[in-house]
């Protein structure tokens, strides 16, 4: 691979592992369309690099979200034997189906996500009026608040999680953009801890599917090694910047970003790039 297009592929990998930080996502709504579109790569291959790096940021943010209590670990890998179980159905299923598919797939993805987080609000269930016994508290770093929540919806919460572990397998992502939405919304977790948590477990998802695609001899291994090291590098900024951002603001944000994505992959799909 020319330098140029490799020192290309690592600074987007970074601005992908920052962004993926960030917002919980993994990078892999950047790395996939990068990939394809400016490198292209077939969108089975694709996704395929773009699970590996999910796993190297998850791994780089698992530390740090543990400590200081943003990330939910009980929940998170509770919901998250589903999500694995859905990662290996989708990868399976990636295998027979046309790249085309996998883009339409991964777009109309984006734009549910997208529209439910907008005309859905935030509402987190607090001690006072919560309908379980289990609550759980996360200290924001923005506000210098502790936050007490309660978790709801834990059983329908884990179907959510394996569509998104069949999502993450057929796109590259790591489901985060099924996993946030369902978690701060539907279970009624903060956003903050929503986004900490999916960054926590996407690794997990990714590993799952990016096992298949490696025995099936679809992953290159020489993209895939440059991607980890420019998102290895950008999910430490991400991380960074999750502590100071507000969480209203980290909801707009994530909105915006998956219906910019979104339209990219429609063009691609359309022809138009």
């Known amino acids: 691979m020319d330098i140029i297009l490799i020192l290309g592929l690592i600074v987007l990998s970074m601005i992908a592992g920052m962004i993926g930080s960030l917002f919980g996502l993994g990078g892999g709504i950047i790395v996939v369309p990068v990939l394809t579109i400016l490198y ?30 943003t990330a939910n670990v009980r929940i ?29 797939c991964f777009a109309m993805v984006l734009i549910y996500s997208a529209v439910y987080m907008f005309l859905r609000p935030e509402r987190v269930i607090r001690n006072d009026d919560a309908k379980t016994a289990d609550d759980f508290v996360y200290h924001d770093t923005k506000t210098g608040e502790d936050v ?28 985060g953009t099924i996993k946030i939405p369902v978690m701060n919304v539907h279970m009624h977790i903060p956003m903050k801890v929503a986004t900490a948590t999916s960054s926590y477990v996407i690794g997990i998802t990714a590993f799952s599917g990016a096992i298949v695609y490696l025995l099936s ?31 209203q603001g980290l909801r707009r944000y994530f909105s915006v970003l998956l219906i910019f994505l979104a339209s990219v992959m429609l063009l691609r799909v359309g022809g138009v790039l």
């Open 76 to 104: 998170g890998l509770r919901l998250e034997v589903a999500a694995a179980t859905g990662a290996v159905i989708g990868a399976v299923i990636a295998l027979y189906v046309e790249s085309w598919v996998l883009a339409l």
């Open 217 to 247: 001899g679809v992953l290159d291994v020489e993209t895939a090694a440059f991607v980890v090291l420019g998102a290895f590098a950008g999910s430490r900024i991400g991380l960074v910047l999750l502590q100071r951002i507000n969480a």
């Open 148 to 175: 007490r929540y309660n978790v709801q919806n834990i059983g329908t919460g884990m179907i959510g999680f394996m569509a998104a572990g069949i999502t993450s397998a057929l796109s590259g992502v790591g489901g």
């Open 40 to 69: 292209d790569l077939p969108a089975a291959e694709a996704a395929a690099v773009s699970l590996v790096a999910i796993i190297a940021i998850s791994s780089t943010s698992a530390t740090a979200l543990i400590k200081n209590r």
